[in-house]
């Protein structure tokens, strides 16, 4: 069969999904920050997608493009359902969740569990191609130990080697897809909660630089555990591309670095007085329209992450306010009182 060389340039450096994270307000608040880098939704089922109210979990500002949609099932007809509905807003790219430990989505067949079923997963892919023309992407773990989720029955339960992850991607590569993004740890699908599965297991980068070795044509992306702009740049030297999650939510002012890491790219010069000006205009939309603008403003908690002012940042945004004040009230007052030299930063704090 001939190999898929898929033309789709991977990103850099991608914002990670992360559920009650990377909503539409983080990830306008993102936009602000960094032009360039490609932006994930939380994990959005199948089943919320086909049942639930599309215009709130789908919608989404045009400023945040260029914006990735993760989808997690496991039923090839239901994910063809789910992607054709989500065609009508537009997303730059579909991602297949098979990294998610949590048992309520392993345990329903869905997220990291699906590493013991490639053929299953190689079919969910045909069926988002076949639903859209958009790239499409998977995002996974280096491996599963499913001891105790998978039936005993099972002919392996624990896909813990090198040698399971590049089966698996041998399966599912079939299928053509965009890019594969590797979260380098395994899953550790009982015992384990959704928050220790992201620290416990131990990372092993070089599984994934391997990958790209073996498999040279395929898009690789890395995630986990990457934190600053030279680690960045040092995983850069073995595959196509970076994916930030937990640093970009508790220090999202480095994401003004990393457009410097695209071809022809500057790093953004926006100054948090600049980041919160635009969050005045966001959040008077929001106002305007009635909506809550705390739900908005709490995503951006993280902006003045080690330097002075932080706390009373977090302080000033955080309810309840001062009686009468409206959310550009409170941000205006925060241009006011914090302190000058944290608002026009610009340097690279990433170097760390
Ligand atoms: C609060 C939270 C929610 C997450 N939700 C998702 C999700 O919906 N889909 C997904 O594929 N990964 C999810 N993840 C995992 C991240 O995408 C990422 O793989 C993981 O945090 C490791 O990257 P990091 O060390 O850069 O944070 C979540 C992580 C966090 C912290």
Redesign the pocket.
Known sequence: MKRYISDVKTPKVSI??????TVRHFRYFCRLLTKRSLLYT??ITTHAIIHGNRDIILGFDDFEKPIAL?VAGSNPEEIYQAVKIAEKWDYDEINL?V??PSNRVSGHMMGAVLMAYPKLVAEMVSAIREATDKPVTV?HRIGIDGRGILPEDSPKIVFDKYEDMSKFIEIVEKSKVDRFTV?ARIAILAGLSAKEN?NVPPLKYEDVYRLKKDFPYLNIEI????KTLSQINEHLNYVDGVM????AYDNPYLLTEIDGLFENGDVNNISRKEVIEGLITYIEKIENNGGNVYEALRHTLGLFYGVAGSKEWRRLITPPWKKGYSGKDILEEALRILPKESLAESELIMNS
Do not use: F, T
């Open positions: 990670a999904p992360m559920i009650d994270r939380e994990m993760q969740n990294g998610c995002k979260h992201r995630n986990g555990g990457i930030l999650g937990r640093v």
